[in-house]
């Protein structure tokens, strides 16, 4: 049988009638395979005028379980009035809700979350890299209702009602049982692995400024984890962890491009004043520092990297290592003194299955788990122009442990593990978080190739202004 976007438990003789059918209904009630452009700008125009400007995603396809065409449209709103707008030139409109977990997600996060659920050995994980490395881009152009291609060491079955462990290739697919005008079913393997099909997206993770929540203080010296923005920007991200750069050694800090430059055609826009925090008294100068470099995703099949190096501003400038977020009562919880926190240590080879740790705006330090090192995303940008959706490849992903171990607002965040040298602890960075998928796994990029990617090749270590005593920030708060 085939494993499909649909649903496994046709036969294949079956698929092969609804195939032939599906072509023939499309050529009967379209009247071509390929949408002519001006044909697509229309139900652009219809959308935007009767549905908004929340829409995400727009494409035609053939609904296995309606038998006929249909238009899918993927929309950001859990307001908008589904039933006021259903059909456009008689074909049946289907709606998607971008940000939401499905009922096979809330079933397989629960069974990720048993103490004996199966993890990859590093011989697997290593075979499906290769697998997905040859393959990932290849399925991302053949397939447009593609979000996410991972892995995972288990198999849902009949939307999660059935788990088998199984070691297997992940797509995120837009919607089941609907396949994109002109386009085929997946297969059932992956070279030597099987393929397993679920409904999901992935977001990168700034904040909007007038997002619920709490303004971050403003850091005369700057600190991880604090917030940031573009001095005229709407987008909330994190600073993830500082550098020396150029032949002076200034210092700077790393973030995401995507929180700095919110509009695609600002991308290659030097010299872009960034603040910290995103809001505050008029009378108050929280310019922190100017964008020197950034890398936006690119259509490549290499390492996709989504970062800003920012020149910190002379007044803003740390004298001494510190956290935003990080009180002695959750050092206590986790056993680690100031001291052993940080020492700048870069690890490029990610421990799989360990604990990992990150600093962020909103969610503060947080823990969780890294489960693979071999993710592939989409972002979802304009559904006018699906030339503006970015591809992110080779990415980890983490799990979350307790609470979400990140979400929006930490984006640039850095990513730890904690690793143990002559029996002293620190935390060495692995990565950056770009972003989430919409069953909580946390995308980070590898932090070597946000170092390369910003022409930081030759740098080993992250700051630490050893010439100061670390500090650490003691709260009052709650351990997360």
Known sequence: MIISIFNDAYEKEEWENFNSMYYRLLLREIGF??????????????????????????????????????????????????????????????YKQWIAMTEESLKTRKYERYEDSPTFNEDVHAKLHQCMRRNSAILMRSHSNIEIIGASPYRSMEKGKRIRNENCILIYCTMKNVIPLGETFFAENLGEFRIDIREGFFYTYPRSMDAPLDPKDRHSELKIGA???????????????????????????????????????????????????????????????????????????????????????????????????????????????????????????????????????????????????????IHLSDFRDPGQN???????????????????????????????????KSLECIGMVVGGTSDFKIVVTPIREVLNALDLHDTKKLCTFEDEQMETDVTDEKPT
């Open 33 to 94: 395979f390929d949408i002519p452009r001006s044909y697509m700008m229309d139900l652009y125009r219809f959308v935007e005028r009767n549905i908004g400007p929340t829409v995400k995603k727009v494409y035609y396809g053939f609904c296995l379980q309606r038998k006929q065409s249909v238009i899918v449209i993927v929309i950001d709103n859990v307001f908008c009035d589904k039933k006021k707008t259903t059909t456009y030139k008689g074909l049946p409109i289907l």
């Open 227 to 377: 917030e940031i923005s573009r001095e005229d920007g709407n987008l909330i991200g994190t600073l993830g962890g500082f550098v020396n750069f150029g032949i002076r050694k200034e210092i700077g800090f790393i973030t995401c491009a995507h929180v700095i430059h919110d509009e695609p055609e600002k991308m290659i826009e030097n010299d872009t004043r960034v603040v910290q925090p995103s809001s505050g008294p008029s009378w108050e100068n929280n310019v922190c520092g100017v964008v020197i470099k950034s890398v936006h995703p690119r259509s490549s099949d290499a390492t996709t990297v989504d970062a800003s190096l920012v020149k910190v501003d002379s007044s803003r400038k740390p004298t001494r290592m510190s956290f935003t977020g990080l009180g002695m009562d959750k050092i206590a919880k986790l056993k680690f003194s100031p001291d052993e926190i940080y020492e700048g240590k870069i690890r490029e080879d990610a421990a799989l299955n360990a604990s990992c740790y990150k600093f962020g705006a909103t969610t503060n330090f947080t823990s969780g788990k890294l489960e693979s090192r071999l993710l592939t995303a």
């Open 390 to 424: 970015f591809e992110y490849h080779d990415q980890y992903t983490v799990s979350s442990i307790s609470s979400v171990f990140a979400d929006h607002g930490d984006s640039g965040a850095f990513v730890f593990q904690c690793m143990e040298n002559s029996g002293k």
